[in-house]
């Protein structure tokens, strides 16, 4: 019951994802399920005690220190809601260190390699659209999931902007560039034509060869084989154009705040992590530039 008032409360109160929220509701799950296993019933009895020894055992199981320190959180957040709601004046996480992350060194690619990539598709149907699709995601930095579910009336060319569903109720409205708008509109009203033939009832924007709605794994394939064709620095992910659309609208002098709410992020620290690469050009810039560096 616990569990479910508190995933409630992030969807209605917080209006966070719906992905966010089933993140919160298996990690919290996860420990409310280990407690019980050492006889603790009711979760407002849970004690320190039990928190260290989930994380010993999450530690035996392998779990990175990135996935452990998430679980955290979303414990610590599930007893602060108890808390607050005065169903609890205990907090098992209370004194628990979240263990040191090595960070990954964020993967983008340079303005010169987009530029590469984004002139290889040819002009066959298909290359219309994958031009698109390319396109569309260093426009704007969306996810995956988000290019998917992407329909016919997502998008306003006439205005330049997509209207992106994937963060729950709250949709975003991000600008497209010309270059984007003009790439999708060839693709929107022709090339899709053909590839949907006589299936004039799909709502879906970007469809593969039969017609249907893109797949996950098609979208992957698409970029894995452009990445490999104009021999990238790395490798070619829906990630790493997110990545890039990203740093470069911070080299470019984009604000955090702003660049948040483009991105869809429910906390701004999951922005900050990009501000590490502009700070590295920044250095280089310093470098080359100043008589004294």
């Not at 992106?164 to 109720?169: L, N």
């Not at 084989?225 to 890039?244: A, F, I, Q, W």
Request: glycine residues 6%; contains cysteine; proline residues 3%.
């Amino acid at each position: 019951m616990y569990t479910e008032d508190f995933i409630d409360y992030l969807k209605n109160e917080k209006k966070m994802a719906p992905n966010s929220c089933d993140a919160y509701r298996r990690d919290v799950s996860e420990f409310v399920a280990f407690a019980a296993s050492r006889g603790i019933t009711d979760v407002t009895a849970a004690t320190g005690t039990e928190m260290v020894a989930w994380l010993h055992e999450l530690k035996a199981l392998g779990r990175s220190a990135s996935t452990v320190n998430r679980k955290v959180a979303s414990v610590r957040a599930f007893y602060r809601y108890l808390q607050d709601r005065g169903m609890t004046d205990t907090d098992p996480t209370a004194g628990i260190r979240s263990p040191k992350i090595q960070r990954k060194e964020i993967e983008y690619l340079t303005i010169q390699e987009i530029d590469r990539l984004l002139e290889s598709p040819d002009d066959s149907v298909r290359g219309i659209r994958d031009r698109a699709i390319l396109e569309v995601l260093y426009a704007t930095g969306i996810r995956v999931s988000e290019l998917i579910d992407l329909n016919m009336d997502s998008i306003n060319l006439r205005m330049g902007f997509i209207t992106c569903d994937g963060s729950g109720s709250r949709a975003r409205i991000i600008p497209l560039g010309r270059p984007a708008r003009a790439a999708l509109e060839n693709y929107a009203y022709d090339a899709r034509n053909q590839l949907i033939r006589e299936r004039t009832e799909e709502q879906a924007l970007f469809v593969n060869q039969y017609g249907h709605r893109i797949t996950r794994q098609g979208l992957w394939k698409i970029l894995r084989d452009y990445g490999e064709k104009v021999e990238l620095s790395h490798s070619l992910t829906p990630h790493t154009l997110r990545n890039s659309f990203a740093v470069h609208m911070l080299q470019n002098g984009a604000d955090l705040k702003s660049l948040q709410e483009l991105m869809g992020h429910d906390d701004i620290t999951a922005t900050q992590v990009y501000l590490s690469a502009t700070k590295s050009r920044l250095k280089d810039v310093y470098d080359r530039a100043h008589p004294r560096a």
